[in-house]
């Protein structure tokens, strides 16, 4: 998802800047192979606010890809105690300091599997 919001940012950065040149000198776009002509310049326009649209787009693709992946790493993080994990001694279920080597958590009463 992160990938694909980076992706969608950077064509949409890529169309727009390619847009941008073509409608702000009125050259001929190569890269879309329009020539030039009074009806082209409104397929531009919408074009140009096509790629403004993904740029946007891509952006939250990508702050909501980030936000996931730091839910999951949280998630895994706590997951992995015992394993080697940074987070031990902490309950799995309600997330309890606990004492080193305790079987049970005193206040859900989850049993720790070391
Ligand atoms: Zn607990």
């Not at 040149?21 to 919408?46: E, M, P, Q, W």
Request: aromatic share 10%; with cysteine; glycine share 12%.
């Amino acid at each position: 998802m992160i990938i694909a919001g980076m992706v969608m940012i950077v064509i949409g950065l890529f169309g727009w800047a390619c847009m941008h040149f073509a409608v702000g000198y009125r050259i001929t776009d190569l890269t879309l192979g329009l020539s030039y002509i009074s009806g082209t310049f409104k397929k531009l326009t919408y074009l140009y606010i096509f790629f403004i649209i993904l740029l946007i787009a891509g952006i939250i693709v990508y702050a909501v890809g980030v936000y996931k992946k730091k839910t999951r790493d949280q998630l895994s993080r706590i997951a992995n105690m015992g394993q080697g994990g940074r987070q031990k001694n902490i309950c799995p279920s309600c997330g309890l300091n606990l004492m080193e080597g305790a079987k049970e958590c005193p206040r859900c009463h989850t049993v720790i599997n070391e």
